[in-house]
């Protein structure tokens, strides 16, 4: 008898830290949560460091004074032309 109820209380022992180790608010579903939010922002900051890294290679570009992108930026973010040539905008 003794044993039986010291097995059945060790059980609700065992249980009851489980749950409390899985939602308390520092537990593992707390755990699963943040590491999914670490995750996406870890992306977020790829993705970021990518544009990151285009904007300063079109910067250098310019920079360094290349005819070419010059142009095409003063073409297409200023409607900019040469003398003798229309520019001609298309609606979308």
């Known amino acids: ?30 755990y699963f949560s943040v590491r999914e939010t670490i995750d996406s922002l870890d992306t977020r900051i790829g993705e970021v460091n990518d544009r990151n ?20 930026i003063a073409r297409e973010d200023y409607n900019m032309s040469r003398k003798n040539e229309e520019a001609v905008k298309i609606k979308n």
Not at 4 to 27: K, R, S
């Open 53 to 72: 890294n285009g904007l300063m290679n079109g910067i250098d570009s310019l920079k360094k004074k290349e005819p070419a992108k010059i142009e095409r």
């Open 1 to 30: 008898m003794k044993k039986a109820v010291f097995i059945i209380l060790l059980l609700t022992l065992i249980i009851a830290g489980a749950a409390y180790l899985t939602f308390n608010e520092t537990g593992v579903m707390k």
